[in-house]
């Protein structure tokens, strides 16, 4: 038997055979293979090259164009792109329509590369007319994102009914976001007597209304579950800064299941004009949740009262599993502002969409699965989604995004909880 050695290695403690060690300069192969690592990440810090592809250039298409062609090249670790000095969401919004307009034209004529992705951003952040480029994704028989059908006219309305059968899933989300009487008909007519092809959906036809943050009611009318505002949830620039609404305090709660002290996830000052569009008629409304119960995906209910104190719903039903509370720390708290600019609606609402992982109020939510409107525990309506916190706006390398709910009827809130 061959005496093993000793790691080369003085913080390691493995034993090697000696044919090893003479391979590897007498270090274990997990010191070997570290030892590697370090020299090859010193390797790309020294020799890393700063590149900034947005020099010189000031068209904001221009601009756009350089974003998408980054987007697409491969990741190569010696070189580190400089990033574009605004936003997407920043450069719709500094764009002239006729700009946006020549754009789609472009995109149509000439099916440009970077078609795809372009008309999705401009759907997203412009109210621009998008009727060219959905008779040009309809031939294609191209249907995401959704909202890019936001304001089709009837008769592409009429054409998307007409196809349903070839594409339900995609071309239900396409009418979910069109949202006029002609789809509440339709929708209304599928729900009484369901077609064939929706065999191989999931869910009844008239559910994905919710896919655009709305659902069919008794009446067949359009019953709203998100807000048609949205203010974007940004970080601080300093401390002091103030903000009408304020994240993640501490609440003088104990959550009843796992025992820590509950956050108000969300406390918003609706004297404030600006969060007029929030329907809650006291003059606070606050958030109250277990940030570790909720982050397990149970709804946690909580009724406010008349002076706008919240409290454990007596509903709550306490899950089989509960999380350890010894990794429990609580998320910082008062590091978000809410913007004074309006985002769209539609800013979270797509996976694929630069602004999807970000906090905010009102809009549609960005569901990392699938969509969760609860039905409120005293009326069993769906609750209405009213804001989200992404955990990385607040801590370095945070996963997942806390969801706000509300029964304005009932003052009733819930928070859930999503990741990937
Ligand atoms: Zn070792
Ligand atoms: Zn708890
Ligand atoms: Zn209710």
Redesign the pocket.
Known sequence: MTRKIKCQNTECTAMILPATAEKTDGVCMPCQRKAKQIAKEKYIRENRKDIDPYQGISDLVELLKINFEISQKNYDPLINYLPCKYSSEELYGMMSQQQVTQLIDEVVQNNAYYGDQIIGEIALFTEADMTNALIFYMELEAYSPSYMFRAASSQITQNLISNVSTNPDKILQALSSIRTDQVLAQFSQWREHPPKWTAELFIPPEEYARCNGWELDDNAQARELTLGTCYPLIAKTSVQQTSIVTTCTKSDDT??????P?SNLFEFDLRESQLSFIPFSQEKLIITT?????SYGDH?FMKIDKDGKPSWHENNQRPDY??D?DDYAPLPANTLTLSHKAGSVYRSADPFSPTIMTSQVGGLPGWVQDFSYTPCPDCQKSMIFIAQLAVEDIIDYGEGIYYALLCPDCSVSTVTYQQT
């Open positions: 959550c009843h299941w796992c025992n820590s509950m277990c940030e570790l119960c909720a946690l509960l999380p509370i």
